[in-house]
Structures are given as structure tokens and as C-alpha cells.
């Protein structure tokens, strides 16, 4: 069973900056996919960033040249680096692991709890 911790949320003024962390137990194989989604009040849960276990990325065109994911595998840990935060940005944070590894078991997805993100002045 694999699961999901963040941590580093919090408030911050818009302009400022923040580094979420969320840190996988369990075996999530060699083969995943680790991500970022956000939810804000009212609205639906939307991707943010996403990372292979090759290290590809893609991320949401609001947060392009904002935001920056990464991961250690060796921790089996995903950060979300964030800079230049808006107003807007402010949303609960969900980390979310896919494991496509078949050898693992059966393909499954895994969510944090979530970590609430406040930007205001």
C-alpha cells in the first residue's frame, strides 16, 4: 500500500514563494508517474504539474515559468517549487501518484490529503 504525505503549505504574500513536499511509503515501482493538482473553492481539481519516473514534465499554462516540478527517487519524494505567487494560486494542493509498474500489482493512484496554499497580502 503506498501513501502520500505533503507538507509546506501555508501563507504567503503574492510575489512570494513556497516548496511543497510530498514523500511516497510503499513500493510505487520504477515505472510512475508523480504529480501536482490544486483545488480551489467552487471550482474543479485541476493538474498543475506532473513528472515521470524518466523525468518528463508538463505543467498548466497558468503556472509555466512560475512553478517548477521535481523529484528524488531515492526518497521516493515530489516537490513543487513555486515562485512569483498570485492571488489566484490559492487552492488546496493534492500530490497524486500513478504506479504503472504491472509488476508491482494491479495499476493504481494514490492521493495525499492535501495542503492548503493561501497567497494574500
Known amino acids: 500500500q503506498v501513501h502520500l504525505v505533503e507538507s509546506g503549505g501555508g501563507l504567503v504574500q503574492p510575489g512570494g514563494s513556497l516548496r511543497l513536499s510530498c514523500a511516497a511509503s510503499?513500493?510505487?515501482?520504477?515505472?510512475?508517474?508523480m504529480a501536482w493538482y490544486r483545488q480551489a473553492p467552487g471550482k474543479q481539481r485541476e493538474l498543475v504539474a506532473l513528472i515521470s519516473s524518466g523525468n518528463s514534465t508538463n505543467s498548466a499554462d497558468s503556472v509555466k515559468g512560475r512553478f517548477a516540478i521535481s523529484r528524488d527517487n531515492a526518497k521516493n519524494t515530489v516537490y513543487l517549487q513555486m515562485n512569483s505567487l498570485k492571488p489566484e494560486d490559492t487552492a488546496v494542493y493534492y500530490c497524486?501518484?500513478?504506479?504503472?509498474?504491472?509488476?508491482?500489482?494491479?495499476?493504481?493512484?494514490?492521493w495525499g490529503q492535501g495542503t492548503q496554499v493561501t497567497v494574500s497580502s
Open positions: 497524486c501518484v500513478r504506479v504503472l509498474d504491472i509488476t508491482i500489482g494491479p495499476l493504481s493512484q494514490y
Open positions: 510503499g513500493n510505487i515501482g520504477s515505472v510512475n508517474i
